[in-house]
């Protein structure tokens, strides 16, 4: 591997970072906090260092798939490195490992947090730590390509390695050209929710923050109660739309956006990404109206429709203790973490479409078994999927379970009773944020052991990668000349 120019790539992005700490000042200064040196100061630190490391090193040659993975990986764990500078700094945040914890679940959109009382942070810090989603969400990797064109030299192999789904869905001939293409549609449908907000009652500071958690799918809000702190059907209903917006393929939007009004329902991804939805709503509805909540028909669909596209877009905000509904409820909404969201959207989980192609694969199987000279095609959307991705999908499931057991085992001999570890190793894994047990939506993770949160920060990384990207650093054949 080409050690010299993924660093090189880090430096440069460390500098990108830095000039995003500066977003937040304007808040800050506007609503008089002092945490305006600590975010002057970070990004003074962080520039620092990014400057000097891209001057040490040189961009020498094309990026393979190694240097890919490497770039990809590392540049999530320093940028969570550095992002968690203005906290510590200003002090809303004393200890390193929550402060790490806490930037890490923001760049990987998870939304898991340590905090217990989030409305006593600065403005200027709530804006960052709101922010550090939304530049996560499309991927910090992908946004470089968009506004850096020389890193389109070899970039196929970044934004392989980062935006999630079997396949990279590549909209143009050139990489640059696509993630120029993908953040345009972001930024343009983030604008588009922040203005809905506002018209809601929100104010710009909030109708922001939460944009970009919904936009991610990542959770993070500045009021304690999270969108339950809104009474607001008007504002509930917006973020629900966005949310589902943000969990779909947001190459749909792009060709909706150029024209072709039909893409969403000629994909059959997205189809059955609206009919889980509208099954898990449905059961959960029911059971929410005639055994746990008051016969009103109207505020129980909100709050259900509200909690399952939340956890099956992996956004993780909240608007009701679902701890407090039945097991069964519980357990639809453990199955949803697992689906999780559309390939090619800022959600999480194992993705539609995987499981989708597993339940083909299934039933390929059982068909051959009967036929055994049938010849069994899986198909997508009316086209043969190739044998590779077939492949790497049914890999993918497999490893992630692996891993998702070894977790849950691993956080269980810390002390945590099971639901805790099986919930906490979910939410983290596949970007959910709440989860299940102690870490339910009205608690948090600031009683997890350190060792626990280190544990939990790497699953949110695998999660965010989709897995593949960080197991690959660990082989011994990756490190092989």
Partial sequence: MHFISVAHLLGLLLMFLAAAMLLPLPFSLYYGAEDYWALITSAGITFFFGFLIHRLTAFKRDLRAREGFAVVTFGWIIFSLFGGLPFLLSGSISSFTDAYFETMSGFTTTGATILTNIEQLPHGILFWRSLTHWIGGMGIIVLSLAILPFLGVGGMQLFKAEVPGPVADKLTPRVTE????????????????????????????????????????????TRNASIGAYNSAYIHYVIIFFMVVAGSNFSLHYRFLRGDFWAYFRNKEFRYFLAIIGIATLIIGLD??????????????????????????????????????????????????????????????MKVVRIYLLIKFMFGEITRLIHPHAVVPVRLNNAPVPKEVATNVLGFFVLSILVYILAVFTMATMGLDMATSFGAVAATLWNIGPGLGDVGPTDNYAHIPIIGKWLLSLLMLMGRLEVYTVIVLLSPAYWRK
Avoid: P
């Fill in 178 to 221: 696509t993630a120029k293409i993908l953040w345009s549609v972001y930024v343009l449908i983030s604008a588009a929710e922040a203005i809905l907000l506002m018209m809601g009652g929100m104010s710009l500071f909030e109708a922001l923050t939460h944009t970009f958690g919904t936009m991610a799918t990542g959770g993070y809000s």
């Fill in 288 to 349: 929410t109206f005639f055994n746990q909540y008051s016969r009103n028909f109207a505020k129980t669909l909100q709050m259900t429709l509200f909690q399952v596209v939340s956890i099956v877009t992996t956004t993780g905000y909240g608007t009701a203790d679902f701890e407090q509904w039945s097991f069964s409820s519980q357990f639809v909404l453990l199955v949803l973490m697992f689906i999780g969201g559309c390939a090619g959207s800022t959600g999480g989980g």
